[in-house]
T-cell receptor
């Protein structure tokens, strides 16, 4: 149980275009989803926290108009990288938190999406 | 954003050896987590710690929540080839705040 999928697993796009990445919780309902970015040989950096039915909360330094997050249902959150530039090339990973005690540890991570902007 | 400091940054060991790594923070965390990440994959949870001083095992893995709440340790006994990967600690500052802060990672390589 507790499987999180991401689609696509990798994507190449041209500079200036927009790319949408999906994060799905396959066998549980996720009230909260998180989006991380990981550059090569670096750690995961939280970009934003997404709660179903409400606006995402972005971390300091993350442009909300560039990284659009939508959490329209309890099993799906999307991250859209708008007007992508080569410096946006990175590994994007989502995680989903199952219901339960607030602050509990049950965050399940997706397999990641490799974005390359040419 | 804030990061936790992990050491060592990388380790080169022989199969069968024991491994120790640690994670330190300047601030207190109420939950410590240890993850393993394989290349091109998302992190997988190994061990979760909830109380200062707690010692928890998961097979050959043992992790401890530091008394000061500012550090944690992970030990791997009798390493095997599938232990290769990057290990990350992560901390959660307080109950009700679900955000995870990740460590800088320890890359484990097993020398044949």
């Amino acid at each position: 149980g507790a499987v999180v999928s991401q689609h696509p697993s990798w994507v190449i796009c041209k500079s200036g275009t927009s790319v949408k990445i999906e994060c799905r919780s396959l066998d549980f309902q996720a009230t909260t989803m998180f989006w991380y970015r990981q550059f090569p040989k670096q750690s995961l950096m939280l970009m934003a926290t997404s709660n179903e039915g409400s606006k995402a909360t972005y971390e300091q330094g993350v442009e909300k108009d560039k990284f659009l997050i939508n959490h329209a249902s309890l099993t799906l959150s999307t991250l859209t990288v708008t007007s992508a530039h080569p410096e946006d090339s990175s590994f994007y990973i989502c995680s989903a938190r199952a219901g339960g005690t607030s602050g509990s540890y049950e965050q399940y991570f997706g397999p990641g999406t490799r974005l390359t902007v040419t | 954003g804030q990061q936790l400091n992990q050491s060592p940054q990388s380790m080169f060991i022989q199969e069968g050896e024991d491994v120790s790594m640690n994670c330190t923070s300047s601030s207190i965390f109420n939950t410590w987590l240890w993850y393993k990440q394989d290349p091109g994959e998302g992190p997988v949870l190994l061990i979760a710690l909830y109380k200062a001083g707690e010692l928890t095992s998961n097979g050959r893995l043992t992790a401890q929540f530091g008394i000061t709440r500012k550090d944690s340790f992970l030990n791997i006994s009798a390493s095997i080839p599938s232990d290769v990967g990057i290990y990350f600690c992560a901390g959660q500052e307080r109950r009700g705040n679900e955000k995870l802060t990740f460590g800088t990672g320890t890359r484990l390589t097993i020398i044949p």
